[in-house]
């Protein structure tokens, strides 16, 4: 089973930065792609970035492409999402989700099978 839990958000103004975690107690974990998803109020879940299960392949929305940075520590179980030069834009609510498959197939949410519950990010202009 895995169950993955988003931590690292928060307020911050615009052009700051943050760090998302997302971590799974499973010993499988390692072997999933990675995505991470973003909802703002009253629109669609929309694809922000992506990551193979050895981290050697990336993939980005092109509106973060630049200023955000995924990567993963399987040792640690945890992949991150650092988010530079924020812009009021990002704000939104962010959703880590595991696909099981090794690299990601593509942005798509139906792709992925396991969702964490979400974590805050409001980019103050």
């Known amino acids: 089973q895995v169950q993955l839990v988003e931590s690292g958000g928060g307020l911050v103004p615009a052009g700051g930065s943050l760090r998302l975690s997302c971590a799974d107690s499973?010993?499988?974990?390692?072997?999933?792609?990675i995505g991470w998803f973003r909802q703002a109020p009253g629109k669609e879940r929309d694809f922000v970035a992506a990551?193979?299960?050895?981290?050697?392949?990336?993939y980005y929305a092109d509106s973060v492409k630049g200023r955000f940075t995924i990567s993963r520590d399987n040792a640690k179980n945890t992949v991150y999402l650092q988010m530079n030069s924020l812009k009021p834009e990002d704000t939104a609510v962010y959703y880590c989700?595991?696909?099981?498959?090794?690299?990601?197939?593509?942005?798509?949410?139906?792709?992925?099978?396991?969702w964490g519950q979400g974590t805050q990010v409001t980019v103050s202009s």
């Open positions: 989700a595991a696909e099981l498959l090794s690299v990601p197939r593509g942005g798509a949410a139906y792709e992925y099978d396991y």
């Open positions: 499973g010993r499988t974990f390692r072997s999933y792609a």
């Open positions: 990551i193979s299960w050895s981290g050697g392949s990336t």
